[in-house]
Every structure is written in structure tokens, then in C-alpha cells.
């Protein structure tokens, strides 16, 4: 089921980097040469459609498993160990087991994804993924009747994120989706950015994408995949009922205790740059807001 | 007390009498444009807005509690930093001023959403009231106020323990989680503010 969406951008250089450093300083020099103002900032509504760079997304993470400040994960990811890995898919399946994630990728079509990112704390990113639709490994798996919600489970392992060694959350992080959120074809299991292998402090070797919800509910590293019944914990929620709720959908007109979700700040624009608009369901409202008809989406955030 | 402690203290004590006081305005100043130009520069990571917020707060957050230091470690160890306290309380404000700034105009920008923040958002409108307290402090930190309004000096100067308190719960509330590094500084700040005031017949005075 692999090609079930396409990339709505573009990525108009194939190699990452610097090269695309070098290409956006580029573009920058022929505005300003020809007086077009605004030349070089990400602020041009043009310009807001390029993913960001392999620095900016590898430099810039929560992820609360190797401390909480944005560059503890890119200092402390290093020590965590991926080789062996495998994801024990459970609940009410028909094949339940561990699956190596070498063997998930021997029978999944890898595609590239370019999906806007949009963090519950009002920033965003755009993100070239590599990866695969999760129902591929769901089918693989073999869905039963009655499975209503799919669990995930982030690895715990104090002694190589040391993040986990404090009660920031309770430890292992937990997510859910809906079962019919877990099919959409837009909902993905990442295994790369730009062509690369997961990096680490991106939630290598696989990771949840979900680009029309906070980014937490994105959860990386996943070790643990259960189809149930029931609603699932997840670890915001449990965190604080008030400010995370299960949905998570990017709403704009659905505001944080903390955090304004009407605007958000472009990573990569600068100090003096703009904020922009956020979208309803992070711009993908025509392919998901049907998900959602007759819910109220102030109630169920 | 022993011969050596005293030793340190009288050292600590010579040293500081000859630091001018405008060395430490300056030294303390010092990091405001400089973080500001690596913010502008790529210096400060790639979302340098929220960064230059951060490191202003909690530049700010230090100097208080700095501020705070003073009466205790001259009470309490004979340490005299008298003389840097207005230095060091006028330098917190400016740098509360810095962090309000660039929450003004480079994180919110919005006018109307400004307003909508303070009053919505529990831990804004805890630091905006820890900002207002500190204004009338900032502004009779200079000797003609401290001549005019005599007594009631002391007694206005009482606002820095509420507004370090809420400064201290500021942090702690913005952060996701059970983090650490707040509870400490709040922690700090309480230890630093209970010190100073004793429970006597029922009613806290000045200790
Ligand atoms: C009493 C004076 C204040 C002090 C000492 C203070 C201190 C701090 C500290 C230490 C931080 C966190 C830095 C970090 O995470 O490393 C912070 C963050 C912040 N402060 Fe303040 N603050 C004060 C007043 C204010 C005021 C008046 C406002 C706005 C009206 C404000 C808005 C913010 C914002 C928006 C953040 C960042 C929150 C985020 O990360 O989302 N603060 N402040």
C-alpha cells in the first residue's frame, strides 16, 4: 500500500546539507541582486515549503529520553544502541511477535515523505522522512476484529538514556492512536531523513509520524506495538490531563494552557523572523478531517 | 571561627573593597549583547528566538538570587559585598527588562495576543507580576530616593522576596514535567527568603 499520498512539496536539490545551504544562500544572492527584498529569509510564503536542513532537524529535538534541553538529545543519543532492535508486536493480532526491524525493512517499500512538523511548544518544522505507512506493518502483523486503538512503547534503557533517569515523565514514554488514525496513509513509520539512516536524537531505528498531531505523539524509538480495545495511556496525558489530551491535533483554534497554538515559529527563519500562521490539522485537514467529523475538537484535544 | 576561615573572609573582604562597582555593571553587561549578537548569528542554535528568552531569564533569575546572597553572606559568614548590591539588583531588572523584551518583540510580536497571554497564561502572569514588582525597586535604586523616601525604602525594598518567589515559580511552572533544574532554583529562593524573616508571637517579622 505503499505511494498512497504524494508529497505535496518539493525538494528541489537531492543532496542535503550543505549543498542546501548552498543552494538557499543562492537563491538569496539572485533575489537581493535583483531587488526583490526579503531575500534569503525563510519568510516568503515560497520559501516556507522547502524542508528544513540536516542540522536544523538533527540539532533541534525533544526528546525527553536523553534530557530536556533541545541539544541533549544530538549530545547524548550517541550512547544509545540500535543494532540489535526489534519491535514486539502484540494484543489482538494474528502474528504477534518480535519483529526485527532488518525484517520489517526487507518487506516494506521505503518512500520519501516531505510532512510538515509541528511541535505542541509552537514550532515547526518541514521534514524530508524516509519511511513506510504503518498499516504495511500493522497488515503484517494482521489486525483483528474488534482492535480498536493501537498502543506504542518507547525503549527503556536507563543506562544509555540518561534522560530516563529522572522523573521528567514515567517512564517508558507511551503514545496511542486510533485505529483508523494508525491506517491513514499519511500516518507513517519514519526510518531516515534525507536519504540517511534514523538519526539517533530523531528516534532511530523507527519512529511514529503523525504530521497532522503534536509532535509527541510522534514517539521514536519504538520497541512495542499492541492493538486494543481500549484508549491507551499516553505519557502527556497521564503527564497532565489539563494540557495533553489523547487527539493532540493540531488545532489552531484550540489553545495550550502554555503555549498560544494560533501561530508558530519557523525553525530555521532567524531571530527576527515572523511567526507564521498554523494550519488546521497542520495543513492536512483534506485528508484527515473526515477522521474526525461530528467530534468536537475542543473536547477531544 | 577558626584563623583560616577569617583569613578567606578578610581577603575575600580587601579584594572586593578595591573592585569599583562600575567594573561589576560592566562585567555583568557584558553577556546582554553579546548573546544578543550570537542569537543574530547562528550562535545560539537554530530557534534562536526562545534561546535569547532563555538565557536572559535566566541570567536574570541568577542575579537575583545573587542579589538575594548578600545580606546572608555578610550576616551570616562576614563577607561584605555590600557595596555590589544595588550594582547587581539594578543588573537583574535589566535583564527581566531584556527577557520581557524579547518576549514583546521578537517571541510574541502580536499587540492583541500580548495582552491575551498575561492574562491567560498562568506562568506569564506570574512572571509579569514578579516584573511589576520589581519596577518600583529598579526605579528608587539610586541614593535621591533612597534620601527621600528614608524608612520606607527598607520597606519597599521588601518587594525583591515576593518577586524572587515568583520569578522562582515562573520557571518552575514553564518547564514540561518534573524538571529539576527550577525546583532547584526555586528551592534557593526560598531558602534564601526564609532566612531572613522569623516566626515570632504569630506574626513573621524580619529576622
Ligand atoms: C521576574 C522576572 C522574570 C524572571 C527572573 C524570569 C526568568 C525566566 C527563566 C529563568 C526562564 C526559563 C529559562 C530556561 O528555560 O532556561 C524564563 C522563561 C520565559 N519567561 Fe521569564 N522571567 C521573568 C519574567 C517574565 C515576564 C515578565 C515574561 C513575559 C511577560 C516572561 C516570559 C517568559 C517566557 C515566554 C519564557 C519562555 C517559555 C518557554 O520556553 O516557552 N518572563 N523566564
Known sequence: MAYRWKNTFTRADATPEAHFLNRRAFVGAIAAGVGLGMAGSR??????????????????????????????????????????????????????????VNDIMSEMTIEERIYRFRCVEAWSMIIPWNGFEL???????????????????????????????????????????????ALHPLTIMATGIYGKPMPKQNGAPMRLVVPWKYGFKSIKSVVRITLTDKEPPTSWNRAGPQEYGFYSNVNPNVDHPRWSQATERVIGSGLFASRQPTLMFNGYQEEVASLYEGMDLAKHF | MTGSTLGIVDRVNLFA???????????????????????????????????????????????????????????????????????????????????????????????????????????????MVGFVLLVPLAVTSNNLSLRWLGPLWRKLHLLVFPAAILAGLHFVMLRKGVQIEPLLYLGTILALVGIRFRLRDGKIVRA
Open chain 1, 43 to 100: 519568510a516568503s510564503a515560497q520559501d516556507t515549503l522547502k524542508p528544513n536542513d540536516w542540522d536544523e532537524i538533527t540539532n533541534y529535538c525533544n526528546f525527553y529520553e536523553f534530557g530536556t534541553g533541545k541539544e541533549d538529545p544530538p549530545r547524548y543519543a550517541k550512547a544509545l544502541t540500535t543494532s540489535p532492535w526489534s519491535i514486539e508486536v502484540d494484543g489482538m493480532v494474528d502474528r504477534p511477535g518480535a519483529y526485527d
Open chain 1, 135 to 181: 498499516a504495511d506493518l500493522l497488515a503484517m502483523a494482521g489486525v483483528q476484529d474488534g482492535a480498536k486503538y493501537v498502543a506504542f512503547e518507547t525503549l527503556y534503557r536507563p543506562e544509555e538514556m540518561i534522560g530516563q533517569r529522572y522523573p521528567v515523565l514515567d517512564w517508558p514514554y507511551v503514545e496511542g492512536l486510533r485505529l483508523d488514525e
Open chain 2, 17 to 127: 573593597r578595591r573592585i569599583p562597582v562600575w567594573l561589576v555593571y560592566g562585567l555583568v553587561a557584558l553577556p546582554a549583547p553579546y548573546l544578543f549578537y550570537l542569537a543574530a548569528t547562528g550562535g545560539l542554535g537554530v530557534e534562536p528566538i526562545s534561546a535569547l528568552e532563555h538565557e536572559y531569564g535566566e541570567l536574570a533569575l541568577k542575579l537575583l538570587i545573587a542579589g538575594l546572597c548578600i545580606t546572608p553572606l555578610r550576616r551570616f559568614l562576614g563577607v561584605n559585598l555590600m557595596k555590589f548590591r544595588r550594582a547587581i539588583g539594578v543588573m537583574a531588572f535589566a535583564y527581566v527588562f531584556a527577557h520581557l523584551g524579547v518576549w514583546l518583540f521578537l517571541d510574541v510580536q502580536d499587540w492583541g495576543r500580548i495582552w491575551a497571554d498575561i492574562v491567560k497564561r498562568p506562568y506569564i502572569t506570574i512572571g
